[in-house]
């Protein structure tokens, strides 16, 4: 996965600010990160209960809300993390053709350490395949069929670990990320003005 959070949260929350919603007994908040002018168009909710985190709320990955696994709070949610940690706490992997036609183009840029260089047959079978892929005229069964051919044709087996293609969805995880990144930014210097104040 190839996300610059510090980059994503810049450009989507550049001009968000966070302010505190709510507080309750038994380890409850809620934040808001809020664009400059305030509202809730283009802001996220980001609640902690004593066990999972809830992001949601107009501007949001999942379409409009996704939960954590439990045993994550607001001092993990605050502080940096890298883009696959946490996309696999609160996202889940799926099938995906641009992400195939990337790893086939993986294959064919480093043909020797996959044993198919000057392998005619193979490279034009990959390079149709993932031409398919990218004008969305296969999906995942034709890659499966595809891979199977190359594997009862050539005796070369891409696909022992299952066929590629499987990440967490481009957009959300990029929100997530972003969101995040943003909230872990706001939420230190807030921490540091309330030490400050109190």
Not at 45 to 60: A, E, K, R
Request: negative net charge; glycine residues 10%; aromatic residues 10%.
């Amino acid at each position: 996965m190839k996300i610059d959070p510090d980059q994503m949260a810049h450009d989507t929350y550049r001009d968000h600010h966070l302010i505190r919603t709510m507080t309750a007994d038994g380890g409850w908040s809620s934040w808001r990160l809020v664009p400059k002018g305030g509202g809730r168009m283009e802001s996220t909710d980001i609640t902690f209960t004593p066990d999972q985190i809830i992001v949601h709320g107009d501007l949001c990955p999942a379409h409009n809300w996704v939960i954590s696994t439990g045993g994550y709070g607001i001092g993990w949610f605050g502080s940096s993390k890298s883009p696959g940690y946490l996309c696999e706490k609160f996202l889940v992997r799926e099938w995906q053709a641009e992400v195939a036609a990337e790893e086939i183009g993986d294959w064919l840029e480093h043909q020797t350490d996959y044993e198919i260089e000057g392998r005619t047959d193979v490279l034009e079978a990959l390079i149709d395949i993932r031409d398919s892929l990218i004008s969305n005229e296969a999906g995942d069964h034709d890659l499966y069929a595809a891979l199977d051919e190359i594997d009862r044709t050539a005796g070369i087996r891409f696909h022992d670990d299952g066929i590629p293609g499987y990440d967490y969805p481009r957009q959300d995880a990029a929100l997530l990320v972003a969101c995040q990144a943003a909230f872990a930014r706001l939420y230190q210097v807030w921490q540091a003005g309330y030490r400050e104040s109190t």
